[in-house]
């Protein structure tokens, strides 16, 4: 059974940084893309970041692109993003995400949904003004 297990998630005042990470278990992280999404108050669960399962591509949304940095530890099967400069509009349910075919090609379709096979519960971040 494929299980992942976000952490890191809090409260932060505006400005500041959180480091989240995704631990998986029952999927070999090594050659599987992964993802980062968010969902906000009120809207869609929307893409932040992905990274392919070389980790050689690596993708942020516009809102996040500059502030956000996303990483993998095959060895370990854990992602995590390391969010910086923190902002009240990054207030969300962070999850983490992860396809389940090896070595997939995302091209511009980490955005959607359909792309990633696994989902997290998903960890709070809390960002306050």
């Known amino acids: 059974q494929v299980r992942l297990v976000e952490s890191g998630g809090g409260l932060v005042q505006a400005g500041g940084s959180l480091t989240l990470s995704c631990q998986t278990s029952?999927?070999?992280?090594?050659?599987?893309?992964a993802a980062w999404w968010r969902q906000r108050p009120g809207k869609a669960r929307e893409g932040v970041s992905a990274?392919?399962?070389?980790?050689?591509?690596?993708e942020y949304s516009a809102a996040v692109n500059g502030r956000f940095t996303i990483s993998r530890n095959n060895a370990k099967n854990t992602i995590t993003l390391q969010m910086n400069d923190l902002k009240p509009e990054d207030t969300a349910m962070y999850y983490c995400?992860?396809?389940?075919?090896?070595?997939?090609?995302?091209?511009?379709?980490?955005?959607?949904?359909?792309?990633?096979?696994?989902w997290g519960q998903g960890t709070q971040v809390t960002v306050s003004s």
């Open positions: 995400a992860a396809s389940g075919r090896q070595r997939l090609i995302y091209s511009s379709t980490w955005t959607s949904l359909s792309t990633w096979n696994y």
């Open positions: 029952g999927l070999p992280l090594d050659g599987y893309a």
């Open positions: 990274i392919s399962w070389s980790a050689i591509s690596r």
